[in-house]
Antibody, heavy 119, light 106 residues
Framework: QAQVLESGGGVVLPGTSLRLSCAASGFSISGYAMHWVRRAPGKGLEWLAVISYDGSNDHYADSVKGRFIISRDKSKSKVLLQMNGLTTEDTGLYYC????????????WGQGTLVTVSS | DIQLTQSPSALSASVGDTITITCRAS??????LAWYQQKPGSVPELLIFGASTLQSGVPSRFSGSGSGTDFTLTISSLQPEDVATYYC?????????FGGGTKVEI
C-alpha cells in the first residue's frame, strides 16, 4: 500500500532552522512531484512548496519564499524541506503530499510532522 | 495571486440532507480546481479534481461542478462520516492556494 512518511519535526527557537524529510513506501518518490502543505493551529491548509519529479523545478508560496528550500536528496529517495529563519507563525503540522505533476493536487498525503517554534 | 473564497465557513445539517459548498476564485481558473476532505484528527483526502472528476474510491454522493470562477461541492444524502472540514484548491498554476475551508457538522 502506498504511503507517504514525514519526519524531522520538533520544537525549535525562533530564528533557527529545521529540516523536514519526506519518504515514500509502496511507490517511487522519484516518479512524482511532491508538495509540502501545513496546517497552523486553528487555521486551514496552506500550500507551501512543490518540487518536480526530477528536481528540476520548484515553486514556493510567498510566505516561505527565500526562507524555505525544497529539494530531493542525492539518492532521490527523499524530498526535503529546509526551513530557515523560523518564526512562531511557522508553527503547525507539516504534510508531504504526492502529486502527478507540479500543478496537480495531492492524491496521497502523509500523517504530518509537527513543528513548534517557541521561545 | 489568485485567491479562493469558500462559503459558508461552517454549516450544520441533518443526516440525509443535501448540502452545497461554494468556492469562488478571484480570477478565472478554468476547471483546475480540487476538493479535499479532512476529518477530525485525520489527514486531508482528495475528493475531486478537475472541478468534477471523482477521485477513485470516493462515494458517489460527492459531486463537483463549475468552471471559471465559481465552483461547488455537493454532498447528497449527508452521512455521519461526512463530518469534516472541506477545502478547495486551485491547480491552474503556482501557488496552489487553498480556500479557507468549510466545517460541516451534523
Amino acid at each position: 500500500q502506498a504511503q507517504v512518511l514525514e519526519s524531522g519535526g520538533g520544537v525549535v527557537l525562533p530564528g533557527t532552522s529545521l529540516r523536514l524529510s519526506c519518504a515514500a513506501s509502496g511507490f517511487s518518490i522519484s516518479g512524482y512531484a511532491m508538495h509540502w502543505v501545513r496546517r497552523a493551529p486553528g487555521k486551514g491548509l496552506e500550500w507551501l512548496a512543490v518540487i518536480s519529479y526530477d528536481g528540476s523545478n520548484d515553486h514556493y508560496a510567498d510566505s516561505v519564499k527565500g526562507r524555505f528550500i525544497i529539494s530531493r536528496d542525492k539518492s532521490k529517495s527523499k524530498v526535503l524541506l529546509q526551513m530557515n529563519g523560523l518564526t512562531t507563525e511557522d508553527t503547525g503540522l507539516y504534510y508531504c503530499a504526492r502529486g502527478r505533476g507540479v500543478i496537480s493536487p495531492g492524491d496521497l498525503w502523509g500523517q504530518g510532522t509537527l513543528v513548534t517554534v517557541s521561545s | 495571486d489568485i485567491q479562493l473564497t469558500q462559503s459558508p465557513s461552517a454549516l450544520s445539517a441533518s443526516v440525509g440532507d443535501t448540502i452545497t459548498i461554494t468556492c469562488r476564485a478571484s480570477q478565472a481558473i478554468s476547471h483546475y480546481l480540487a476538493w479535499y476532505q479532512q476529518k477530525p484528527g485525520s489527514v486531508p483526502e482528495l475528493l475531486i479534481f478537475g472541478a468534477s472528476t471523482l477521485q477513485s474510491g470516493v462515494p458517489s454522493r460527492f459531486s463537483g461542478s463549475g468552471s471559471g470562477t465559481d465552483f461547488t461541492l455537493t454532498i447528497s444524502s449527508l452521512q455521519p462520516e461526512d463530518v469534516a472540514t472541506y477545502y478547495c484548491q486551485k491547480c491552474d498554476s503556482v501557488p496552489l492556494t487553498f480556500g479557507g475551508g468549510t466545517k460541516v457538522e451534523i
